[in-house]
């Protein structure tokens, strides 16, 4: 299995700025796309934004010219800049990725395990 472990959610005025970090670990061979994902209090999880292994981007509209999505292959670890946040950016975000990793018995090529995710508060 693969751990995903995400940081940097905190409570930010309207306007303001955060970065988010997620680190994969586990007995990883290759991680694939990578992707951020939230969810609000009472909706279902959306999907944010993805990255590609060669680093092709891909937004939600909502998001769109406000956050960046980034990753560092070498430390299996994908980031999420959010600028000009507004209160309805509020959620707890996640992190996730098709992994290939090992089981002992093989490879397998499957997504990671969801982690507790971090909080984002935007106060208006």
């Known amino acids: 299995q693969v751990q995903l472990v995400e940081s940097g959610g905190g409570l930010v005025q309207s306007g303001g700025s955060l970065r988010l970090s997620c680190a994969a670990s586990g007995r990883i061979v290759r991680i694939n796309d990578m992707g951020w994902y939230r969810q609000a209090p009472g909706k279902q999880r959306e999907s944010v934004a993805t990255i590609t292994r060669d680093g092709i981007t891909n937004y939600t509209d909502s998001v769109k010219g406000r956050f960046t999505i980034s990753r560092d292959n070498a430390k299996s670890t994908v980031y999420l800049q959010l600028n000009s946040l507004k209160p309805e950016d509020t959620a707890v975000y996640y992190c996730?990725?098709?992994?290939?990793?090992?089981?002992?018995?093989?490879?397998?090529?499957?997504?990671?395990?969801w982690g507790q995710g971090t909080r984002v508060t935007v106060s208006s």
């Open positions: 996730n990725a098709v992994v290939t990793y090992d089981t002992g018995l093989g490879f397998r090529r499957d997504f990671g395990s």
